[in-house]
């Protein structure tokens, strides 16, 4: 079944430890990007990949990092969590190395940091 | 860079009626504008595009209409039904761009 994986679907961590919420996609898709989802706020862009080795800013990256060593995998980093991370996040993916196809979205990662 | 506009942020409606979503967008490069439907405690989902060489677009109950020159794109949904009770997304992005800019969501509730 052609989809996007996240993990863990939900996180509670303490403020400064970091961790990693993994994304695979099975559908060789060329971008991919993470957003995180806050109330009247929308989905924002974090970080995105337009392919293998190449990742760039999104519009709300402070705080994170990524990595796109396979085409398959986009990992958010987060290397010292705070409370204003606390957020529903979500890794996207997209056939073509481009923002303008249809996005496939993951089941969404639900982290709380206290 | 592109910002894009959505309103309402919530939309109350009587099963049967219609419902219309607007947004405005920024870049007049931008020229692909997809719409999600984000159900509760789901992932997004596409539900409908557009591209900038047609004016509107139409697929069963939903359709979407698209103004360059006000740079405005809307969202129609004929006789809703309970079940089209959910948040929707507008978004904008440029040919061949890197980016896809959402808007801020409008939640849409259908009474039976």
């Known amino acids: 079944e052609a989809q996007v994986t996240q993990n863990p679907r939900y996180l509670i961590t303490v403020t400064g430890k970091k961790l990693t919420v993994t994304c695979s996609q099975n559908?060789?898709?060329?971008?991919m990007s993470w957003y995180r989802q806050d109330p009247g706020l929308g989905l924002r862009q974090i970080y995105y990949?337009?392919?293998?080795?190449?990742?760039d800013k999104g519009d709300v990256p402070e705080g994170y990092k990524v990595s796109r060593k396979e085409k398959r995998n986009f990992p958010l980093i987060l290397e010292s969590p705070s409370p204003n991370q606390t957020s529903l996040y979500f890794c996207?993916?997209?056939?073509?190395?481009?923002?303008?196809?249809?996005?496939?979205f993951g089941q969404g990662t639900r982290l709380t940091v206290v | 860079g592109e910002n894009v506009e959505q309103h309402p942020s919530t939309l109350s409606v009587q099963e049967g009626d219609s419902a219309v979503i607007k947004c405005t967008y920024s870049d007049s490069a931008s020229n692909y504008f997809p719409w999600y439907k984000q159900e509760l405690g789901k992932r997004p989902q596409l539900i409908i595009d557009i591209r900038s060489n047609v004016g509107e677009k139409k697929d069963q109950r939903i359709a979407v209409t698209l103004n360059k020159t006000a740079k405005h794109f809307s969202l129609h949904i004929t006789e809703t039904q309970p079940e089209d009770s959910a948040v929707y997304f507008c978004?904008?992005?440029?040919?061949?761009?890197?980016?896809?800019?959402f808007g801020t969501g409008t939640r849409l509730q259908v009474f039976p």
């Open positions: 996207a993916s997209s056939l073509l190395a481009g923002a303008n196809t249809e996005a496939f």
């Open positions: 990949s337009m392919n293998v080795e190449v990742t």
């Open positions: 978004a904008a992005s440029i040919l061949g761009g890197d980016k896809l800019i």
């Open positions: 559908m060789n898709h060329e971008y």
